[in-house]
T-cell receptor, first 113, second 113 residues
Framework: GDSVTQMEGPVTLSEEAFLTINCTYT??????LFWYVQYPGEGLQLLLK?????DKGSNKGFEATYRKETTSFHLEKGSVQVSDSAVYFC????????????FGQGTTLQVKP | DAGVTQSPTHLIKTRGQHVTLRCSPI?????VSWYQQVLGQGPQFIFQ???????GRGNFPDRFSARQFPNYSSELNVNALLLGDSALYLC????????????FGPGTRLTVL
């Protein structure tokens, strides 16, 4: 079945460092891809999305490009801030009628001042 | 506009008991999905409802059930609680059943003792 694999965390960076969180997926067909962020004690917030190959999603300085040839959707940010500390989830959508999202296991990011 | 709301925020139950969790979608959203997030893992899909009908079900036992009301709010019921049911239960709403963009509520933290 469809699945999402993320790099294991935690990822610890200094403020203003470059961030990459790897995400690869397995799916039949052409799913939409998402990055969600979860701050401590909160639910999930949609960070960005891409709905077809070569699309680039971007928001708040974060970017990810839908790479069909490598089945990847890596999250990047050029300069992280302490406030970016959170858990990041990569997800894909089921293209059927269920609206089901399939999530990776999450990657914890800790940014130190 | 109010986002997705869930109640209660926290809940403590004992094994064998029954629990009902509630969710109100964003105004105008007709689809509600439920996810279970065990500590340290990504959310797992439980159900999706659209226009009061079940449109998808994840790999959960029959102890889990749900329904959607005419105002599009939803309840998740879990019978015969097990220790392993302890988790954060997330509700997400979207405009249409097949919409890929789901908006999550803050979740209900269920602890089973």
């Amino acid at each position: 079945g469809d699945s999402v694999t993320q790099m294991e965390g935690p990822v610890t960076l200094s403020e203003e460092a470059f961030l990459t969180i790897n995400c690869t997926y397995t799916a039949t067909g052409y799913p939409s891809l998402f990055w969600y962020v979860q701050y401590p004690g909160e639910g999930l917030q949609l960070l960005l999305k891409a709905t077809k190959a070569d699309d680039k999603g971007s928001n708040k300085g974060f970017e990810a490009t839908y790479r069909k040839e490598t089945t990847s959707f890596h999250l990047e940010k050029g300069s992280v801030q302490v406030s970016d500390s959170a858990v990041y989830f990569c997800a894909l959508s089921d293209r059927g009628n269920t609206g089901k999202l399939i999530f990776g296991q999450g990657t914890t990011l800790q940014v130190k001042p | 506009d109010a986002g997705v709301t869930q109640s209660p925020t926290h809940l403590i139950k004992t094994r064998g008991q029954h629990v009902t969790l509630r969710c109100s979608p964003i105004s105008g959203h007709k689809s509600v999905s439920w996810y279970q997030q065990v500590l340290g893992q990504g959310p797992q899909f439980i159900f999706q409802y659209y226009e009061k009908e079940e449109r998808g079900r994840g790999n959960f036992p029959d102890r889990f059930s749900a329904r959607q009301f005419p105002n599009y709010s939803s309840e998740l019921n879990v019978n015969a609680l097990l220790l392993g049911d302890s988790a954060l239960y997330l509700c997400a709403s979207s405009l249409v059943g097949r919409s890929n963009e789901q908006f999550f509520g803050p979740g209900t933290r269920l602890t089973v003792l």
